[in-house]
């Protein structure tokens, strides 16, 4: 029996992307019943079992602790759990399933903003029409908590079964709570998004149960799995540094890292060899710079690595600690 339990989307994009990013960090799934089949594999992971579910299942089964793991979006674990502490840990965000849930109203009501020109038609609203201005979403914690921190209270909630963005024009609602990518969808019928209205931005969330069983077992393959995705990504945004540093290396050495967030992986085994040096992809330049201003006119090169190892492993040490908080003592 597998020690861990984790949780995927079972069909479209999501699905895709999510096989995409554990087999691009070698842990490649494998369905073990065909196309159709709910559980899979992952590669080099034996104690590790998945589960094929939908988006909102992961985030039923994580907040119930029936997985160990899952990914989801943040929307969909938000809206079931206004309250995260002691019962979601969001390991890592994915860099996909990118989408906003936002507060948009009809694109005629010219005078209308922001939320707090919301709460002016709410108020306008409930005199004219003795009745409460309508909001359909299917978000309703979150619209709730977010109408509740702008200060709106004049207005009722109506409970989206289908399109949302269709509810104004079809009369059963004058604003919406809904999410989007793009708001072409809300643009094409006739809706804006008001200036301060956007509630959450949501992608594709790596989410940890704080409720579920970790045992050592589980603990142990929570570890290695997170291991390699760290290393993959640290692997993703850095750069292998190589260069010959002659005299003070320590004192070039101390400046790339102040000026560049660089850190060495090897050294020479004689004076004045070739050093190792990993830094983060967006400040290669600054540290090539800093090169030259130290006066260092040696060659330098760079190289791709596929995998970083660090001693330290964050990812799991964040998961480690929010687990040991909210059961201390159970391991």
């Given at each position: 029996?597998?020690?861990?339990?984790?949780?995927?989307?079972?069909?479209?994009?999501?699905?895709?992307?999510?096989?995409?990013?554990?087999?691009?960090?070698?842990?490649?799934?494998?369905?073990?019943?065909?196309?159709?089949?709910?559980?899979?594999?992952?590669?080099?992971?034996?104690?590790?079992?998945?589960m094929?579910?939908?988006?909102?299942?992961?985030?039923?089964?994580?907040?119930?602790?029936?997985?160990?793991?899952?990914?989801?979006?943040?929307?969909?674990?938000?809206?079931?759990?206004?309250?995260?502490?002691?019962?979601?840990?969001?390991?890592?965000?994915?860099?996909?399933?990118?989408?906003?849930v936002?507060?948009?109203v009809?694109?005629?009501?010219?005078?209308?903003?922001?939320?707090?020109?919301?709460?002016?038609v709410?108020a306008?609203?409930?005199?004219?029409?003795?009745?409460?201005?309508?909001?359909?979403?299917?978000?309703?914690?979150?619209?709730?908590?977010?109408?509740?921190?702008?200060?709106?209270?004049?207005?009722?909630?109506?409970?989206?079964?289908?399109?949302?963005?269709?509810?104004?024009?079809?009369g059963?609602?004058?604003?919406?709570?809904?999410?989007?990518?793009?708001?072409?969808?809300?643009?094409?019928?006739?809706?804006?998004?008001?200036?301060?209205?956007?509630?959450?931005?949501?992608?594709?969330q790596?989410?940890?149960?704080l409720?579920?069983d970790?045992?050592?077992?589980?603990?142990?393959?929570?570890?290695?799995?997170?291991?390699?995705?760290?290393?993959?990504?640290?692997?993703?945004?850095?750069?292998?540094?190589?260069?010959?540093?002659?005299?003070?290396?320590?004192?070039?050495?101390?400046?790339?890292?102040?000026?560049?967030?660089?850190?060495?992986?090897?050294?020479?085994?004689?004076?004045?060899?070739?050093?190792?040096?990993?830094?983060?992809?967006?400040?290669?330049?600054?540290?090539?710079?800093e090169?030259?201003?130290?006066?260092?006119?040696?060659?330098?090169?760079?190289?791709?690595?596929?995998?970083?190892f660090?001693t330290?492993?964050?990812?799991?040490?964040?998961?480690?600690?929010?687990?040991?908080?909210?059961?201390?003592?159970?391991?």
């Amino acid at each position: 029996m597998a020690a861990l339990t984790l949780a995927i989307p079972s069909k479209g994009r999501l699905q895709e992307q999510v096989g995409e990013y554990f087999a691009d960090a070698g842990a490649a799934l494998k369905q073990s019943a065909g196309a159709r089949g709910y559980r899979a594999t992952i590669a080099g992971f034996a104690d590790i079992e998945v589960m094929l579910l939908s988006a909102s299942e992961i985030a039923s089964a994580l907040i119930s602790g029936d997985v160990h793991l899952g990914v989801t979006g943040e929307d969909l674990l938000r809206e079931q759990a206004p309250e995260f502490k002691g019962r979601i840990h969001l390991v890592k965000p994915l860099g996909f399933g990118f989408a906003n849930v936002v507060v948009a109203v009809p694109q005629y009501w010219i005078d209308v903003s922001t939320m707090a020109d919301l709460d002016d038609v709410c108020a306008a609203f409930a005199h004219k029409h003795r009745r409460r201005l309508r909001i359909a979403t299917k978000y309703l914690q979150m619209t709730r908590g977010f109408f509740a921190h702008m200060g709106i209270s004049d207005y009722r909630i109506v409970e989206s079964a289908g399109a949302t963005e269709g509810a104004p024009a079809a009369g059963t609602a004058e604003a919406i709570v809904d999410i989007t990518t793009t708001g072409a969808t809300l643009a094409a019928n006739g809706l804006k998004i008001l200036e301060d209205g956007v509630i959450l931005e949501s992608q594709a969330q790596l989410a940890a149960s704080l409720s579920a069983d970790w045992s050592r077992g589980a603990r142990a393959a929570c570890e290695g799995l997170l291991a390699r995705l760290g290393a993959r990504e640290r692997a993703r945004t850095s750069q292998i540094l190589r260069v010959r540093l002659d005299g003070d290396a320590d004192r070039v050495l101390a400046a790339l890292a102040k000026a560049a967030e660089a850190t060495v992986l090897s050294r020479p085994t004689a004076a004045g060899g070739e050093y190792s040096i990993l830094c983060p992809r967006p400040r290669l330049m600054d540290a090539i710079a800093e090169l030259r201003a130290l006066g260092c006119d040696a060659p330098a090169t760079t190289q791709d690595a596929d995998y970083v190892f660090d001693t330290a492993n964050p990812l799991y040490a964040a998961l480690a600690a929010a687990l040991d908080q909210s059961a201390p003592g159970i391991v």
